[in-house]
């Protein structure tokens, strides 16, 4: 983890934490939803810029546009869950009535 986070670029941090030799925590596949929902909900409730973006949308469905991600993403045949989505719009809404 010390590495990843001192990386210069967060495409650097990523293509670290993707290594072959870096294996997920086991609890990972019951948690990456709640960590993802914490990780969103502070960047944008410290940045009011970007929070403003995101109120913006209003009610518009939000997907992840990813064709290679069928969890975080909709996938190239949109058939994905797109939790990336879901989360900015649960996040939107908590930011609605926060």
């Given at each position: ?5 001192v ?40 940045h ?48 609605t009535?926060?």
């Amino acid at each position: 983890m010390a590495e990843i986070h001192v990386a210069p670029t967060p495409e650097l941090a990523a293509k670290i934490g993707r290594a072959p030799a870096h294996q997920p925590h086991p609890d990972w596949d019951i948690n990456k939803r709640d960590i993802m929902y914490r990780a969103i909900w502070q960047k944008f409730s410290s940045h009011p810029d970007i929070e403003h973006v995101l109120l913006d949308t209003l009610d518009t469905e939000i997907v992840e546009d990813s064709p290679v991600d069928y969890f975080w993403g909709c996938g190239i045949d949109r058939s994905g869950q797109n939790q990336l989505g879901k989360i900015l719009m649960q996040v939107r809404t908590d930011l609605t009535f926060q």
